[in-house]
């Protein structure tokens, strides 16, 4: 959980550089991480956290604190992740390869003339074998389960705030978290049992 | 305490620390007595705090700049009315004077180098030697990044960060076109509104002509 100061939310509707960069500073963190968690690669993390700040920036003249800033923008952060993975589930022709007209004009889809890419050798190197096997676990967990999960686990969420964010009820959140904990206990045991 | 079956699912609620008091009595009193469970209840305060334990991304200060560049790229701050004019005529001024001179003499599309995280590199005569900010990189000289990255600004003032394991060159300026050429890698880029020469990323497959502001290419 984090909060942003009034002052910094008045300067970023003033479009003041220096608010932007006290806001950076508060969500870079959190959010960046969320993102890294939700869709494991740091590269996509990095870019969808770039998107939620604009996007921030762009909705914020017209927010009101009717719920906790934090979780305005982990559901800013959580939506733009979903639409990643729908995008990706169309096929290929919608992969983050692509150049993107902010204002509205031509989109230019560059996987079909440039093959994928993997993850670049620095990734691959930070990775150690056991990060390695709960990030698995984790994707494994599915985007439902593990919403909730590193909401509750890394960020510290009440079941309330995890409840608005994912918008389910209270209850169906806490089962959720629970039952992704089982499942991964599962997962690891049964991955450590194989290497025995 | 029902039993083996209820303190399995009750194991998550207890490893997080959110049973009543009452309930996380009866579950230490069944796992007190029970091995199997205590056994299950061991795997799960396991995988919790292996969780726990991952790594963070850390902060970087190429992320902030590129949130930032994205965020100026909204717009300016709004300025005070009477100002307002004086601004205005200065900006067109301004602009008349730097189309007067961009016409008269066409300036070479280059890449100043704004900050750098890790090792990045350019050829120099045959060798690679380290880049460091402040330097500006001209027509044909190619830059590489291995586990580093480079955040570079060119002459047009588009932003272009240069993104671990890539290679990169300034491309020929025509009287069309200007750009770079993305041997191999992933560059990301904030392209500045322009008049006359386009700007283009070529790619061993083939060209990218920009039609936006922002955007992004990868090739491998």
Known sequence: ?196 | MAGCEQARRWLPAYALGELEEADRAALAGHLAACEACRREEARVAHALSALRAMPEVPPSALRRERALAAARALGPAPSRRRWAWVAAAATVLLAAVLVRDAIRRPQPFTLSVEGVEGVVEREDGGRWIAVSAGETVGEGVQMRTALGRATLRSSRGDLIVLDVDSVLSVGATTEAEEGVLLQSGRLWCQATKREGRRLVVRTPAGRVEVVGTRFEVSYR
Request: charge should be negative.
């Open chain 1, 1 to 196: 959980m984090f909060e942003v100061s009034p002052e910094v939310i008045d300067g970023c509707r003033r479009k003041s550089e220096e608010s932007y960069s006290a806001l950076f500073g508060v969500l870079e963190r959190p959010v960046v991480n969320f993102l890294h968690r939700m869709c494991g690669e740091r590269n996509l993390a990095e870019d969808l956290f770039q998107d939620t700040f604009v996007r921030i920036l762009k909705a914020l003249p017209a927010w009101q604190p009717r719920a906790k800033f934090s979780t305005w923008v982990f559901t800013i952060a959580r939506n733009l992740a979903l639409d990643h993975f729908k995008h990706q589930r169309r096929g290929p022709g919608a992969s983050t390869d692509q150049a993107i007209d902010e204002d509205g004009g031509k989109i230019i889809f560059l996987s079909e003339m440039i093959p994928g890419e993997g993850p670049s050798p620095a990734a691959l190197a930070e990775r150690s074998e056991e990060v390695e096997r709960l990030r698995a676990a984790i994707e494994r967990l599915g985007v439902v389960k593990r919403e909730a999960l590193v909401l509750r686990v890394f960020h510290g969420l009440p079941y309330t705030e995890i409840a608005e964010i994912t918008g389910c009820p209270v209850g169906t959140a806490k089962y959720r978290v629970h039952d992704a904990v089982q499942d991964l206990t599962k997962m690891l045991a049964s991955d450590e049992a194989l290497e025995a």
